[in-house]
């Protein structure tokens, strides 16, 4: 199957500097990938969505100065944390739509721990 | 589904019996449902999706059921297994798949 990587798995940051996380999709183009934030033993917010060449569409709430999000190429999108903070540390996922004929399979990363001290 | 959860409910199964995971949704303009298994520190797996003009689709040892009447949708696991331990989402999409909606999630805990 489709395999979606992050990197990294594992960030610790102090408070003000800014994290990069990368998301790729390994084995096939993405024109679209997802960012999604959750914390502990709480479902998925959608962040927002990430479009190849174009910018990225953020859901309400979603500061777009603070979350950065680039999607240079067909397999590369990434999010970019500025002036973390303590309250953004969180588990951040990325995910990539496959279109397979009849099916519209979204592949997710495994996921960066960012922990901001 | 409402992607607001506080608390993940738990569903606590013996091995060896059949589990039943329950999920409503909002937005009736939805049409197409995923079901996805998130294992401690890991993104989510895909386990089973049915569009909105089925009631019903079968896996393997999964079953999603689906009704648009009371827009609910249920993932049933047979024979649940200590690796089938997890927490368990059910999503739905709309807007041209370009809209996913987590539910709040279910925390199973097979116990052996």
């Known amino acids: 199957g489709a395999v979606v990587s992050q990197h990294p798995s594992r960030v610790i940051c102090k408070s003000g500097t800014s994290v990069k996380i990368e998301c790729r999709s390994l084995?096939?183009?993405?024109?679209?990938m997802f960012w999604y934030r959750q914390f502990p033993k709480q479902s998925l917010m959608l962040m927002a969505t990430?479009?190849?060449?174009?910018?990225?569409?953020?859901e309400q709430g979603v500061e777009k100065d603070k979350f950065l999000i680039n999607h240079a190429s067909l397999t590369l999108s990434t999010l970019t944390v500025t002036s973390a903070h303590p309250e953004d540390s969180s588990f951040y996922i990325c995910?990539?739509?496959?279109?397979?004929?009849?099916?519209?399979?979204?592949?997710f990363g495994p996921g960066t721990r960012l922990t901001v001290t | 589904g409402e992607s607001v959860g506080l608390h993940l409910p738990t569903l606590s199964v013996q091995e060896g019996d059949n589990s039943i995971i329950n999920c409503a949704y909002s937005n009736s303009a939805s049409d197409y449902f995923i079901w996805y298994k998130q294992e401690s520190g890991k993104g989510p797996q895909f386990i089973i999706d049915i569009r909105s003009n089925m009631d019903k689709r079968q896996g393997q040892r999964v079953t999603v059921l689906l009704n648009k009447t009371v827009k609910h949708l249920s993932l049933q696991i047979a024979a649940t297994q200590p690796g089938d331990s997890a927490v368990y989402f059910c999503a739905d999409i709309s807007g041209g798949y370009q809209k996913v909606t987590f539910g709040t999630g279910t925390k199973l805990q097979v116990i052996p």
């Open positions: 990430s479009n190849e060449g174009s910018k990225a569409t953020y």
């Open positions: 084995d096939f183009q993405a024109t679209t």
């Open positions: 995910s990539a739509i496959l279109p397979q004929g009849a099916s519209y399979e979204q592949y």
